[in-house]
């Protein structure tokens, strides 16, 4: 069974640039969020999907947005790109979101913002 | 309100030697607690979860952790370190909060030495 896929793995951009991040969750997941791990600064909680809808958000600017598919696949969308946005951007799933259930995290995209 | 707090951002200890990563947490629910491992380079995996059954809970790879309500600690224990365990090492807390809302710990970095 496929685990969840993020892609890509690794990008480049310049400040001021747009940018689109990508995660399959696995089979049967109707759930995913997405994380932002900075260097020194854990995990942020960035968003959280389900059923095809944002059910919850965490204390990050307009400019990260998302989406859920109906195929339950998720993109996260960062316009305005600042260096501050450089980090590892990790996407987990899980089966039926109910908060107090195991994640399935992906491997990551490392963003860096020069 | 919720909140975790890892006591320590790093921890070295022998190959060998007792593994112990400290874990507090703050919660008015009842809460889900977690102890997830992130390798260099790659997403998170759980280790283990408690959810208000067993106050011992036993993970993978040898590792257990043990809620203690009156301490509000879930720390994480495993008795011979092997150098595979060298990671980094997140306590998570999650609780109904009208909608679930999951914490992450900042990360302890695991080291071991031969």
């Known amino acids: 069974e496929a685990g969840v896929t993020q892609s890509p793995t690794h990008l480049i951009k310049t400040r001021g640039q747009q940018v689109t991040l990508r995660c399959s969750p696995i089979?049967?997941?109707?759930?995913v969020y997405w994380y932002q791990q900075a260097l020194g600064l854990g995990l942020q909680f960035l968003l959280w999907?389900?059923?095809?809808?944002?059910?919850n958000r965490g204390n990050f600017p307009p400019r990260f947005s998302g989406r859920q598919f109906p195929n339950y696949s998720s993109e996260l969308n960062v316009n305005a790109l600042e260096l501050e946005d450089s980090a590892l951007y990790l996407c987990?799933?899980?089966?039926?979101?109910?908060?107090?259930?195991?994640?399935?995290f992906g491997s990551g995209t490392q963003l860096s913002v020069l | 309100a919720q909140s975790v707090t890892q006591l320590d951002s790093h921890v070295s200890v022998s190959e060998g030697t007792p593994v112990l990563l400290r874990c507090n947490y703050s919660?008015?629910?009842?809460?889900?607690l977690f102890w997830y491992v992130q390798h260099p380079n790659k997403g998170l995996q759980l280790l283990l979860k408690?959810?208000?059954?067993?106050?011992l809970v036993k993970g993978i790879n040898g590792f257990e952790a043990e809620f203690k309500k009156s301490e509000t600690s879930f720390h994480l224990t495993k008795p011979s370190a092997h150098m595979s365990d060298a990671a980094e090492y997140f306590c998570?807390?999650?609780?109904?909060?009208?909608?679930?809302?999951?914490?992450f710990g900042a990360g302890t970095r695991l080291f071991v030495k031969a």
């Open positions: 999907y389900d059923e095809g809808e944002e059910r």
């Open positions: 919660s008015s629910y009842s809460p889900s």
């Open positions: 998570v807390v999650s609780a109904n909060t009208g909608g679930f809302k999951t914490i």
């Open positions: 089979s049967g997941h109707t759930s």
């Open positions: 987990a799933s899980s089966l039926r979101g109910q908060g107090d259930e195991k994640l399935f």
């Open positions: 408690y959810t208000s059954a067993a106050t």
